[in-house]
């Protein structure tokens, strides 16, 4: 009834809360600057991975995540695309081909770094 839809709809509220801090406790993005990137789902900005272990946070390790609206995802060729990444992920990577190492869901965007 009402309350499973409220309920449900608090905890999907709480785990976009819970996957922005994990995505900006993992990593520290540069939100600010020019986007590396831009393409047909998305932009894609420069990020560096934390570490606690560090001074400044920071492992010094950089990545790119690209920020994907959702009103995409119904595309035939961004499933291609996602279907194409998660295969060669699972198949131990491609030397020519960055490889895909997490993904998060959070409001109306996909992050995949």
Known sequence: GEFSMLRSHTINRMNKESTKDI?????NIKWDDEPLGVGAFGEVYLATKRNKENVKGESGEKVAIKK??????????FQREMNALLDIR????????????????????????
């Open 23 to 27: 995505l900006g406790s993992l990593y």
């Open 68 to 77: 994907i609206d959702k009103q995409y995802t119904d595309q035939e060729s």
């Open 90 to 113: 699972e198949f131990g990577g491609h030397p020519n081909i960055c490889g895909l190492q997490e993904h998060f869901n959070l409001g109306e965007h996909y992050y995949l770094v």
